[in-house]
């Protein structure tokens, strides 16, 4: 009697384990297939080519003609990471060591046409021309006269906090949301110009602006 009993418990086990293993034999190419669609769909996201993403940061901080205009030039405009248009015909030859228009020379692994898509350099190198910008006081001056009418460095609050968000976001507020994490960031900062560095740099870095 004890055997059949044991014989028993061991089938309806048995059969306990099937389901399990049916579920995990089909769940496993599920998880891949949808981990794969999820990161299918972050690389397609369409973003914004070099040539928006730099005039965006040069009407920001006002710096055409300035010494940020060659690091953004160089970190952003000329690298293959934001994609964009590039045409070898576009230049010519003055001198054997002059190029006409060299701005618009194809560069270092550059075709004639880039697509500008979701990837992680293009995010550090927006980072690494974000953090030179705050730190550069004629440009974050220019910015506080954006902000302030006042030119002086404010307490962030919800209405200056909008004025800041719409540099970067001209067509949409920022959410209540949003607003009270960026308002967040004076409890840690030292003083309301140190708030506001980092608060457009929290701007700045962000991939969000440069979604199509």
Sequence with gaps: MLRSSSF???????????????????????????????????S?????DRAYVESVLLQIFNASGTSAATYIQSDIYQKVEFGGACDFYSTSDLSP????FPREQCYTGMGVVQNPNNNPMRYSLTTKVCERLVVDSA????VKAKIFSNNQ????????????????????SASPAVVKDLKAIADVSSGNEDAWKNIILTMCISPEWQVL
Excluded: G
């Excluded at 440009?139 to 220019?142: E, L």
């Excluded at 460095?153 to 949409?172: G, K």
């Design 97 to 100: 060591t002059t190029v006409e």
């Design 44 to 48: 397609e996201i369409q973003m914004a």
């Design 8 to 42: 028993i418990l061991a089938l309806l086990m048995l059969a306990a384990c099937q389901p399990a293993q049916e579920e995990l034999k089909f769940d496993a190419p599920n998880a891949l297939v949808e981990k794969q669609q999820q990161l299918n769909y972050a």
């Design 153 to 172: 460095w404010e307490a962030p609050s919800d209405a200056s906090i909008q004025r800041a968000w719409s540099l970067f976001f001209p067509i949409e």
């Design 139 to 142: 440009r974050m001056d220019v």
